[in-house]
């Protein structure tokens, strides 16, 4: 079973819960501000790095890997990477940004 996690605080600190609802609360739309890390707009494609809330590390890393950069339109439509912390996350959006910005697709 994938594990759930809400933000702490900081807006940084993953937090697990164990309560679907609880979850399910921290996705509200309002909350998106903090759930958003990174989006940027590159001609025909959007980057956008999220905090997601699950676990897709599935048991194979002590460090829940609960951030994710997505790609929308663009040379690198539907790529995706999921992070481990929000400091990782940051720097694979800035990855991602370089690469749509040459056109060039991501490695």
């Not at 697990?16 to 996705?27: G, K, Q």
């Not at 759930?35 to 707009?41: C, K, M, V, W």
């Not at 999921?82 to 490695?107: Q, S």
Request: neutral net charge; contains cysteine.
């Amino acid at each position: 079973m994938m594990k759930l996690y809400v933000l702490g605080p900081d807006g940084k600190t993953p937090i697990a819960v164990e309560n679907t609802i609880e979850w399910a609360l921290s996705l509200n739309p309002e909350s998106n501000h903090l759930r958003q890390i990174a989006s940027d707009e590159i001609g025909d494609a959007h980057v956008s790095t999220i905090f997601i809330g699950i676990d897709y590390s599935f048991g194979r890393d002590r460090t829940p890997r609960c951030w994710e950069t997505m790609i929308f339109g663009g040379i690198n439509d539907h790529y995706s990477r999921r992070y481990n912390n929000h400091d990782e996350a940051l720097r694979g959006h800035a990855h991602a940004v370089r690469y749509t910005k040459r056109g060039l697709p991501i490695p």
